[in-house]
């Protein structure tokens, strides 16, 4: 299952908001069970829609806002452009109308400058909360891709280990393990040799890496005389049981350290582990 292609089309916002499917859930609820930071990736995306919505409560919605800019054009024309009465009681000229008319232009600036606070403050809501949401989802999406890349690792390792497990239980397959030389004690591999097939796959248990320009070489002691068995690749994970060269007998296995690509015959002196079969 690809773990990486759920965690891109936004999983988490899905889980917490209860859109997720039976599938995603059933993945992300045995990720979380073993995994800290996707616990405390859920954690967070809860908390932040929460304040999402506590914030968003106290908010106007967007129709509202309409409403506001559709009063105050409103007010402002029936300010500006008074009606057929009004105009014939101004042309009667006293000072009482002249007043009211100031206090009412007066009443009109003040609630339009009332309605220009509250979009204000409804703008910069939107913006602040926007800018929250992003920031809480990038944080998310980067903690899930780690998760997804350590969860990839340990599936490449588990796929190892069950190759080399099929091998040591097939009975067809003789384990031969090569310890190191006298100099090089702590140095261990191991030789899978299918007495059916002649096939040969080898381990690097214990190996150090190999230095640059340089590559493991395996050899096949056959009637006292060192067999090419292949040079270990240099891409493969020194734990993983590579294929090397199909070997029909031999008496002992043995590796050496050569120059890269591999020599026709072994270099003694750089002789690294051998084992008796």
Known sequence: MDIKAYISSGIIESYVLGLASEEEVSILNCIRKNNVEVEQAIAEAEKT???????????????LKEDIWNKLNAENLAASDPSPAEQENRSDINTEPLVNDELGNKTVLSKSYSWGIAASVLLVLSVGTNVLLYQQTNKVREQLTQTSLSFDQQQANLARLQDKWRLVQNPAVKTIPLKGV?????????????????????????????????????????????????????????????????????QAFAITLEDEGGKDVPTLSELCVMGGI
């Open 49 to 63: 829609l929460e304040d999402l919505a506590d914030i968003q409560a106290m908010t106007m919605h967007v129709y």
């Open 182 to 250: 006298e100099n090089k004690p702590n140095l261990q591999a191991l030789v899978f040799w299918d007495q059916v097939s002649k096939t040969v796959y080898l381990s690097l248990e214990q190996m150090p890496t190999v230095p640059k320009g340089k590559q493991y070489q395996l050899w096949a002691m056959v009637d006292g005389k060192p067999v090419n068995a292949g040079v270990f690749p240099l891409d493969a994970k020194a734990d993983g049981a590579s294929k090397m060269l199909d070997i029909p007998k031999a």
